[in-house]
């Protein structure tokens, strides 16, 4: 006899759909050795210990931000985390660190078992170590012939990510990339990125045939974040509208698009480069010295708006999908929120509904 529907029994079983959803996502899954194939994003400040550990536990794949760590700092994030956590995590490398190769040594002696580099066209040789020393290699892709290049390169996954994403972008929507390199990238697994809030949307990308996903912004607010409740309560009451790239005043002084919530710092920054470009018109600067001047406006500004709370004056970094971030709660909630959407979408799928 059947159990009814409000029995312990009911409810611990699983739903057909959501065993649909596994399948969808076995194969990043099994690549990054774990429960669900969803990365957490890395951000700078943001994703450390507590929040990778978060991730990790409770089924994901959390992702160390190493941003711009010294080796010696980045072994002591790896060693806590790993205290937190027994799931597998890995360590994201900007290419342009002046350590890359002994970042890429700190973790492969630390035995993580994949490292995403980010930033730009990963180097030979740090692709060469990273995998001789036992690592999988992650790289993110723009465009379909780097894609191709990166995995003639040796890279064993690519992250598509769209300008919807937070931080640094490229010019090009994840809707675009997904269609330019999905059908054609077949030789490894392909996670997409950038505005992703609901499970709707992940499981539309795995039915393109994405290996998984990529989430930043929707963690931000997850319990186990260690970002200041001032750098929270800005995304909680943050509209997809809020989250602009950065805007270039000149086209001789380029300045790198960077997607975050406008405030106070946004405005001034504007100001800023128009200052500055009237000293190099007037004389007073040489052109390398206006661009410096720009490019360091925002130096620390993540740090003031994540760890000091400044949300008025430091960067508050955020993805387009900050608009379905409403609430905190704990990142395996947020998890299976995610994974319950896209399970309900493809119920509704079946049913004609």
């Not at 925002?298 to 400044?310: E, I, K, P, S, T």
Request: hydrophobic residues 50%; contains cysteine.
């Amino acid at each position: 006899m059947d159990a009814p529907l409000d029995s312990p029994r009911a409810e611990s079983s699983p739903r057909p759909e959501m065993a649909a959803i596994d399948a969808l996502m076995a194969r990043g899954a099994a690549f990054l050795g774990v429960r669900h194939a969803i990365l957490g994003g890395a951000m700078s400040w943001v994703s450390e210990r507590n929040l990778v550990s978060a991730l990790s536990n409770a089924g994901a794949f959390g992702v160390i931000a190493c941003g711009a760590m010294m080796p010696e700092r980045l072994a002591e994030e790896i060693a806590a985390t790993q205290a937190l956590t027994q799931k597998p995590f890995g360590v994201n490398l900007i290419t342009m660190h002046p350590k890359l190769m002994e970042l890429v040594q700190v973790c492969l002696d630390a035995k993580v078992g994949h490292i995403v580099f980010a930033g730009g066209i990963p180097p030979g040789p740090a692709i060469k170590a990273a995998k001789e020393g036992g690592a999988k290699v992650i790289c993110f892709a723009p465009a379909l012939a780097l894609a191709k290049k990166l995995v003639r390169s040796g890279a064993d996954a690519l992250v598509i990510e769209g300008s919807e994403a937070g931080g640094h972008i490229g010019p090009v929507s994840l809707t675009v990339l997904a269609q330019e390199i999905l059908p054609h990238i077949r030789d490894v697994p392909v996670f997409v990125a950038g505005g992703i809030g609901r499970g709707e949307a992940i499981l539309s990308y795995l039915e393109m045939g994405a290996a998984g996903v990529q989430l930043g912004t929707r963690f931000v607010c997850a319990t186990e974040c260690v970002a200041h409740p001032n750098f929270k309560r800005a995304f909680l009451r943050g509209a997809a509208r809020d989250a602009l790239p950065t805007v270039q005043l000149d086209p001789h002084f380029p300045v790198i698009p960077v997607r975050a919530l406008q405030n106070e710092g946004t405005r001034r920054f504007l100001e800023h480069q128009a200052e500055v470009v009237r000293r190099f018109k007037a004389g007073e600067l040489d052109k390398e010295a206006a661009q410096l001047d720009i490019e360091h406006y925002w130096a620390g500004a993540l740090r003031r708006a994540v760890v000091d709370g400044d949300v008025e004056n430091g960067s508050l970094m955020a993805g387009q999908s900050v608009g379905l971030v409403t609430r905190e709660q704990p990142a395996a909630e947020i998890i299976a929120e995610l994974l319950d959407q896209a399970a309900t979408a493809l119920a509704a799928r079946r049913a004609g509904g």
